[in-house]
């Protein structure tokens, strides 16, 4: 894990920003921070877990909604038939269901390419919404209401839990998204993402390497919503499975740049923070409005995203 | 000479500062804020925003009158933009940052939900805005609903509809039971099942469809198919127009039609929709019959529909806008009575006391709804083509229940 | 039976709505390769042009969106122009297209929002209301009249590809560029042409749109998954195709509404487009 000095400062980063996240919970009691910081993280770890599939490999996923739902809805079903099972369990099991529906979802890519992949992630999507519509074990249309449950260890509210729960899930994520891409498998990956076909002749076990990346994918996002019926209280398809999830998790990763670790995690800081910053302030229709103007600037402007242009401002510089 | 030029002016000088402070602090009173967070875009915007431009005129009318208990009232609020992951967010800045003096609930349950625990655990008193049935999982004692549901909201919202149809001879005796698949419209639903069941009518048809369903003609024609008498319908506005067009394309030939659709109240689509409303008897909360003439609703009324020329929201403003203005009422004369701001004192007020608002006399039960229901059963009677104004004025919706608001006699069976 | 029979009936009405809202997308995406997120966006833009000029000045909102479409077919040239310039000279197309119209998608219903509200905006004209019964079968005009135009529209749109040197040379720019070139005809005007020409039946499609039902600013999002699904489903490319997608799919729906329970009419579909994408992804009509 330790193997050069770049690994040394990631790990050190980490750990420094993990002891950061506990001093805040210590020192800072407004319950307001906590909330809009874990709305931030969760965009994060959307965003990285997409571009796992997405950056990396190649294959754009319009269905993050889906696994994002099914998390929240696993949390949700395991809350109605077990009543007081920890979060931690509901976490694993999100992950365990997830990455199952990401490695069908990987399968899916023997037979699709490029947009019809994309096609047919947004028809997963639907039929999964369609599903959790009918089912009413799980409130169905009706929604179901999760009442926040009354411990919350040695923390001071339970929203600050959630927060640090949050937030090392994040971390998490992101040292894997990192691993991955120095990996070996990284390098797979990015053959397949530049020529498939090339890379197929060359030897890459490509079929292999998309199941690992989907299943990652999938087990991240579903991650990622597990604890978010903790979060609002009130989970509903309608919102769970909002366009504006997806739209976000494409986003983000786009904004930042899909083809370093770095870029989803900086696309999310900017865009999530930016957006909580809105909601409270101008407000109103102006937070889509943003994404959507982002979005159109950069994708025209550059493609590459931040980390594209900090690479060609640091390559000129030199 | 200079001594008592210098005395002069610091005697002048005194009272000037102390004049200005005087002035001052009667001037510039602390303000009461209260702070929420409104549907202003998305799927709710549309009465979320005619609700905020009618509390906006309420916080006129109370600053005009000097404010409360001589303060002057102030509102903090953000677009939740009908995301309830937004929720949390807003209401913990409103409290922790803004540092706002009361709180009350954004518009519908989806936006309602998410804020209880935040108020919950600071113990606030929360007054709602219609929101189905939102205190029966939590069960909140400071928690209070605008929403003349009654205090078993789900049941009392569809019991007038089918006591009307059990008072008709013969008694109908088959039910045909569409609703969205959407939380509103399910919960009203089960309430009707419920109602059907215990008066003792027979369900024949019971199905739900998705909200996006852009034709209703072959749903429509399956409950004609069934020859159900009576046709229950819980929908929301797109919904509600293409089921009345396909009732009417088909020749429904139920004996009653109606129920819990969502749209029919709002202006744009009575125009549109004109005489094919005749006949459909559907829930409302206000409508303009002599025997809702409740004081200061006219005034009221008038303002609103001021204020809501261009700003793309229903112009008439009977639907929500007078329990917007009504909520914040209650919340006033509830600081006044109890002389502050006391969370704990206020609460116990507004379950005690009866209120005199814009829509009548408001009495709330122990779990926060209204001690006695008033959703009204409304028929649409003489409706002319494409007028609006004649729904500005009495005649064109009559009350059939409850029988304490009654405004007119029930036309049976419904015919086109 | 008579019930099934309604069932069909609606269906294939319903159906050729959905064709005339996907015949524009079937030429961008099916044929440029253009992944245009935001056509519902434009749809539904149309609806609102259409809703002006009804209201205003009582024009009948099929005649408005037959006018409209001129206008529509320069705005789609000249989007077409900006995407040129961004994306395909510098071949960065497909992902960075889709985020591209995934964000013309949000500024569109935000500008809608903004100048219009978020009310519902209905059409009235004469024919809204009436039926033709033919025995046991009912046909309400106002899903007969979308039927006439819409099937009206893509045939004409058909025609035109499949006759004319333009038309031709659209179809022929997907499949073979460089041979196109050869042929004599400029590649990036006849893709402008054509994007314009997708774009301007958006104007059509949202006039028919809003006779059928009432529209707001949001409502484009519940047809993106339904105009790709018909797309693909039917084959990227073929318009014939699209057109049995597009009436299958509102036959199914229909059927799903009619017998089984409405609320699993998305899932069929959507599952149909699944299968269809296992088991055969050119579609039923496509080219391999």
């Known amino acids: 894990m330790l193997r050069d000095r770049s690994d040394v400062v990631f790990w050190g980063a980490l750990g420094a920003v993990a002891l950061a996240g506990v001093a805040f919970t210590h020192t800072v009691a407004n319950e307001y921070y906590y909330t809009a910081v874990y709305a931030i993280l969760q965009a994060t770890m959307m965003a990285v877990a997409w571009n796992i599939l997405g950056g990396f490999t190649g294959y754009v996923n319009f269905g993050s909604a889906g696994f994002f739902a099914i998390g929240a809805y696993t949390t949700v079903a395991l809350g109605k038939t077990l009543e007081g099972l920890p979060l931690p369990v509901m976490i694993v099991a999100a992950a365990l269901l997830c990455g199952l529906i990401g490695l069908g979802l990987g399968y899916l890519t023997l037979r699709l390419k490029g947009v019809y992949f994309s096609i047919a992630t947004l028809a997963m999507a639907i039929v999964f919404e369609t599903l959790m519509t009918n089912w009413a074990y799980v409130g169905g249309a009706r929604g179901a209401y999760i009442l926040t449950p009354e411990s919350h260890l040695w923390f001071d509210s339970y929203i600050e839990m959630l927060f640090m729960v949050m937030l090392l899930l994040t971390l998490g994520s992101i040292a894997i998204s990192r691993a991955l891409i120095r990996s070996r498998l990284g390098r797979g990956l990015a053959a397949i993402r530049d020529d498939e076909l090339a890379a197929e002749c060359a030897g890459v076990p490509t079929l292999k390497l998309k199941l690992i990346s989907a299943t990652l994918m999938g087990a991240l996002m579903g991650v990622a919503g597990a604890p978010y019926p903790y979060f609002v209280t009130f989970v509903d398809p309608a919102s769970a499975f909002s366009l504006f999830v997806a739209v976000n998790a494409i986003a983000m990763p786009m904004i930042g740049g899909t083809a370093h670790w770095i870029g989803p995690v900086i696309g999310a800081l900017l865009v999530g923070t930016a957006q909580q910053v809105i909601t409270v302030t101008v407000s109103s229709e102006l937070n889509v409005l943003f994404v959507g103007i982002m979005l159109v600037l950069f994708i025209s402007l550059a493609p590459q995203g931040i980390v594209g242009l900090a690479r060609k401002y640091w390559g000129r510089k030199r | ?416 | 039976m008579d019930l099934f029979v309604n069932a069909i009936v609606a269906g294939i009405l319903l159906g050729a709505f959905y064709a005339s809202v996907s015949v524009g997308l079937s030429i961008t995406f099916g044929q440029l390769d253009i992944v245009n997120i935001a056509h519902p966006a434009f749809v539904v833009v149309g609806s609102y042009i259409a809703w002006i000029l009804n209201s205003r000045f009582g024009l009948d909102p099929v005649l408005v969106g037959v006018l409209a479409a001129p206008l529509f077919f320069v705005a789609g040239v000249l989007i077409y122009r900006v995407y040129y310039a961004a994306f395909e000279r510098t071949g960065q197309e497909s992902l960075s297209g889709l985020a591209f119209f995934f964000g013309v998608m949000f500024i569109i219903e935000i500008v809608l929002i903004l100048v219009y509200g978020v009310d519902y905006r209905l059409v009235s004209a004469d024919y809204l209301g009436r039926n033709i019964d033919l025995g046991f079968v009912g046909l309400p005009l106002r899903l007969v009249v979308p039927f006439v135009v819409a099937s009206a529209m893509t045939g004409a749109v058909w025609l035109y590809l499949s006759r004319t040197f333009t038309g031709r040379a659209i179809l022929a720019v997907a499949q073979d560029r460089l041979a196109l070139q050869l042929m004599g005809a400029d590649p990036v005007r006849i893709k402008q042409f054509a994007f314009g020409l997708a774009i301007a039946t958006t104007a059509i499609a949202g006039s028919l749109l809003i006779v059928i039902g009432p529209v707001e600013p949001s409502l484009g999002r519940g047809y993106i998954g339904r105009a790709f699904a018909i797309v693909v489903l039917g084959g990227m490319g073929s318009i014939p195709g699209m057109v049995i997608a597009a009436l299958l799919i509102g036959v199914l729906e229909s059927f799903v509404s009619s017998f089984a329970g409405p609320s699993w009419a998305p899932a069929v579909a959507f599952g149909a487009l699944l299968l269809t994408l296992a088991v055969r992804p050119s579609g039923l009509f496509g080219r391999a």
């Not at chain 2, 004192?345 to 005199?356: N, P, R, V």
Request: aromatic residues 10%; charged residues 20%; contains cysteine.
């Open chain 2, 1 to 416: 000479m200079i001594r008592t030029a210098l005395r002069s002016l610091l005697r002048a000088s005194g009272i000037a500062l102390a004049s200005a402070l005087f002035a001052g602090a009667a001037a510039a009173a602390e303000p009461i804020k209260i702070g929420f967070s409104m549907a202003l875009t998305g799927g709710l915007a549309g009465a979320g925003k005619a609700a905020l431009i009618a509390m906006e005129i309420w916080r006129d009318d109370v600053n005009k009158r000097g404010g409360i208990l001589g303060r002057p009232v102030e509102f903090v609020y953000y677009d939740d933009a009908t995301n309830p992951a937004t929720v949390p967010g807003i209401y913990t800045k409103l409290l922790n940052v803004d540092k706002v003096d009361l709180v009350v609930s954004s518009y519908g349950t989806n936006e309602i939900a998410p804020a209880m625990p935040i108020v919950m655990r600071k113990k606030l008193v929360f007054p709602s805005l219609f929101g189905l049935a939102v205190n029966d999982e939590f069960k909140y004692d400071r928690y209070f609903q605008i929403m003349p549901a009654g205090p078993e909201p789900k049941l009392d919202w569809s019991r007038g509809f089918f006591q009307l149809a059990a008072e008709q001879k013969p008694r109908p005796k088959t039910v045909a039971i569409i609703a969205a698949d959407a939380e509103f419209a399910l919960n009203a639903a089960a309430g009707a099942r419920a109602n059907a069941k215990k008066m003792g009518f027979k369900i024949i048809y019971d199905k739900t469809f998705p909200p996006s369903t852009t034709d209703y003609s072959p749903i429509i024609r399956a409950i004609e198919a069934t020859k159900a008498e009576i046709v229950y319908v819980a929908s929301y506005p797109p919904q509600s127009v293409g089921i009345v067009k396909a009732a009417h394309e088909v020749g429904l030939k139920a004996k009653m039609l109606g129920g819990c659709m969502v749209g029919l109240q709002f202006a744009a689509i009575q125009k549109n929709l004109g005489p094919l409303l005749n006949g459909i008897i559907n829930y409302d909360f206000w409508v303009p019959e002599p025997t809702l003439d409740f004081p200061g609703v006219k005034e009221f009324l008038a303002k609103y529909q001021e204020a809501a020329k261009g700003k793309g929201v229903d112009p008439l403003g009977h639907y929500l806008p007078p329990y917007a203005y009504a909520y914040l009422e209650v919340l006033e004369q509830s600081i006044v009575a109890t002389k502050g701001l006391d969370q704990g004192k206020l609460a116990a007020y507004m379950h005690k006391a009866t209120f005199k608002t814009v829509v009548g006399d408001v009495k709330f039960a122990k779990n926060g709804e209204w001690a006695k229901t008033r959703t009204l059963q409304v028929q649409f009677r003489d409706v002319q083509p494409d007028n609006l104004e004649q729904f500005a004025g009495p005649g064109k919706r009559v009350v059939l229940y409850p029988k304490q608001w009654k405004s007119g006699d029930i036309a049976y069976p419904y015919k086109q």
